[in-house]
């Protein structure tokens, strides 16, 4: 097939998240989570893939491989272990890896909350507290002047509503809640979270584009449930989307589709293929998910694809996943969608929450008996595609 080319500007990533990869972050709720009895969690994080050591050598490989952007995140519980008492070295060590991101060239993309808060908040009613959005912002205008000459982009919390429904609805999470009204609240809370992050950031950092990243899922109604998945969409999705009026851009994260009847999610297609995280294989959902989220916006707020990819074993079925979901963002720019970049999920296998190491999404391998890092095909070929801006 002939080449097809992306716009130029067009922004290739891979991206990880500080407690899946740096290992030992004890000093938040999702370390004392994995500890808890009643917890789902596997198995805890432990070292991780020691990411917090072994960055320098890791953004080399990424570069090496073609990639032009990072995406990583912030670890709060490390730069603000006590409230307001701030880690000078904890802020010269995410200082030292934009920096080094920018001399590889590569745009370092930073994220300030991505599903871990420091013990003191979660102590303090977590995300269900309305005082919790005012200490966020004084903690991401904190973390953005030390930062704000050297991000390229900045993302303010990494999908809050799966945060507020899996720690508040559904129990997978911290706290571990099982409560509507509870996760209602949650969602008010990451809102104004991410208004008044904005705020602290566009203030500390000028320049800087600053936005939110949402999980969406591609759901389809089956049998009459067209009501149902407006009623599922409203707390899960839609109540963001319409938060990030006048960002610089939102991050769309897409991972599969939900065939929703009138009482609820149903069972896929009999022979469905399924991944290891127990989702279906299904690429299209990207194109899907970045139509609505610039139809619900009004085309007012450009899209980056900030998350996407496939737990599998597999690494064909990973390059035949990605190459399909990109296949989809090139419909979607044809039309005249304003996709700016594709970010993969993840760089390196990592901790997948609750369901531990089992999952492997990443490009590259990790054996974590000795840290060895190893390539995968798939993180050649997307490198290629990133290098050269077709496919």
Request: proline share 6%; charged share 20%.
């Amino acid at each position: 097939m002939p080449a097809q080319a992306f716009p130029e500007g067009f922004i290739w990533g891979t991206a990880t998240a500080a407690h899946q990869v740096d290992g030992g972050t004890w000093n938040n709720d999702w370390w004392a989570w994995e500890h808890t009895p009643r917890s789902p969690c596997v198995e805890p994080s432990g070292d991780a893939i020691d990411h917090w050591n072994r960055w320098p050598a890791d953004l080399e490989l990424l570069a090496g491989l073609g990639f032009g952007s990072y995406r990583f995140s912030l670890e709060w519980s490390r730069i603000e272990p006590e409230e307001g008492e701030f880690s000078k070295a904890a802020l010269d060590h995410y200082r030292a890896l934009c920096a080094r991101c920018r001399e590889l060239g590569m745009q370092p993309v930073v994220t300030f909350h991505h599903f871990t808060s420091p013990r003191w908040v979660a102590a303090q009613d977590g995300w269900a507290n309305p005082v919790t959005a005012e200490r966020f912002a004084r903690f991401c205008a904190r973390a953005a002047s030390e930062l704000g000459d050297l991000m390229a982009a900045a993302c303010t919390i990494n999908e809050p509503n799966v945060v507020a429904f899996y720690g508040y609805r559904g129990g997978a999470f911290p706290p571990g809640e099982r409560s509507s009204e509870r996760r209602h609240q949650a969602n008010h809370v990451f809102i104004e979270g991410h208004r008044r992050a904005v705020e602290a950031i566009c203030a500390a950092a000028p320049g800087v584009p600053v936005g939110l990243t949402l999980s969406m899922t591609d759901y389809q109604a089956v049998d009459g449930g067209e009501e149902r998945v407006e009623k599922l969409r409203e707390p899960m999705e839609d109540v963001f989307l319409h938060a990030t009026e006048g960002d610089d851009f939102l991050g769309v994260q897409v991972y599969t589709r939900m065939l929703v009847g009138p009482d609820g999610p149903t069972a896929y297609p009999p022979g469905a293929r399924t991944t290891l995280m127990g989702y279906e294989f299904y690429p299209q959902a990207l194109e899907a998910c970045l139509r609505r989220a610039w139809q619900v916006t009004a085309g007012e707020v450009p899209l980056l694809v900030t998350e996407n990819g496939i737990g599998t074993a597999d690494d064909a079925e990973r390059i035949e996943y990605v190459s399909a979901a990109l296949d989809g963002v090139l419909a979607c720019l044809a039309d005249g969608i304003d996709v700016r970049g594709y970010t993969y999920w993840s760089a390196f296998d990592n901790f997948e929450w609750a369901f531990g190491y089992r999952p492997t999404f990443g490009l590259i391998a990790v054996d974590r008996s000795t840290q060895e890092r190893i390539p995968k095909p798939s993180a050649s070929w997307l490198g290629q595609i990133a290098a050269g801006n077709s496919v």
